[in-house]
Structure formats: structure tokens, C-alpha cells
């Protein structure tokens, strides 16, 4: 069992950055950054193979938002840049600890509870 706990969201203006980190407490296979909008699906924004540090973006995502994790505890990073409205979403933090790694479908072992992003114009 793995258990993964988003933080740093928050209600920013347009045109500010965030943060956003992912603890978990387990060895993990790949991890992946998720966001989902008020009446949308669910969309991948990257995913990370945690050994080797590959890294993947969904072409929606490419530019804005860089994806980073720590070493010695495995925590998640996605830093977002020049923020808009239309990011505004629940974000969320998946993990696999084996087989597969889902990549951009949100088909993933386990899943934090999410953290709130707000954007205002």
C-alpha cells in the first residue's frame, strides 16, 4: 500500500506560478501529475519513470509545466508557470509500483486526494 498526499495549491492570479509537491511513502515504479476541471475529465499533465528520472508531458502540457522529483525521499514535483484561468483544477498525484506504467491514462495503482488550484483574471 502506497500512500500519496498532494500539497501547494492555492488561489493565484494569472500570470503566477505554483508549486505543487507529492509525498509518498513507498517505492514506486513511475509516478504521474493529473488534473481535472469542474464538469471535464480527468487529463494527464506528465509522468515519471522514478529510477531512471524519464520524464514525459502530454503535449497540452509542454512549456508551462516542469516536473521534478527529490531523490532521497522520492517527493513529486510540478512547478507551473505563467498560470491561466483554464488551469484551474483539482490536481492529483498518481503512482505504480509495478507492471505497467499507465503513462497518460489514469489507470494508476494509487492516487492522493488532490490539491485545489485556483486561477482568477
Not at 531512471?52 to 508551462?64: C, E, H, I, Q, V
Not at 484551474?88 to 499507465?102: E, L
Amino acid at each position: 500500500q502506497v500512500q500519496l498526499k498532494e500539497s501547494g495549491g492555492g488561489s493565484v492570479q494569472a500570470g503566477g506560478s505554483l508549486r505543487l509537491s507529492c509525498t509518498v511513502s513507498g517505492p514506486t515504479y513511475c509516478m504521474a501529475w493529473f488534473r481535472q476541471a469542474p464538469g471535464k475529465e480527468r487529463e494527464a499533465i506528465s509522468w515519471r519513470y522514478t529510477r531512471s528520472g524519464n520524464t514525459r508531458y502530454a503535449d497540452s502540457a509542454k512549456g508551462r509545466f516542469t516536473t521534478s522529483q527529490d531523490m532521497a525521499d522520492d517527493t513529486l514535483h510540478l512547478q507551473i508557470h505563467t498560470l491561466e484561468p483554464e488551469d484551474t483544477a483539482m490536481y492529483y498525484c498518481a503512482a505504480q509500483v509495478n507492471g505497467d506504467c499507465p503513462a497518460r491514462t489514469p489507470s494508476y495503482q494509487y492516487w492522493g486526494q488532490g490539491t485545489q488550484v485556483t486561477v482568477s483574471s
